[in-house]
């Protein structure tokens, strides 16, 4: 597979408590299991002291990694292969698909 490699890439992994109104987030160059195990373990260390949090993940390999490494204070709840529909971040790729204007630069090599 060829990458689009003009352009520098962020990839962000979050996470919303709603009851507590608080989140945790991190930007990435990269995303694969040692970026997920640091998610996971800024998740770990946002969780209250006696409290679990559980991490509602889809099918991508870095959730499902034999070398992640899950803290005891979470767990993963893994949705069914192929559910779209339950997986509450898809509606927030959605709105933001049909709301938010694509901000697009030309390559730096391309002249006008």
Known sequence: MSRDQRHPNAYIFGAVCPARDKGVALVLPDVNTDAMNRHLMEISRNVQPNAHAVIIID??????AIDLVVPNNPSLLCLP????E??????????LR???PLRRRPPSNVTR
Request: net charge neutral; proline share 9%.
């Open 59 to 64: 099918g991508a390999g870095w959730h499902k």
């Open 81 to 84: 292969p192929y559910s779209p």
């Open 86 to 95: 339950l997986n509450a971040q898809e509606n927030v790729w959605q709105y």
């Open 98 to 100: 049909q709301n938010v």
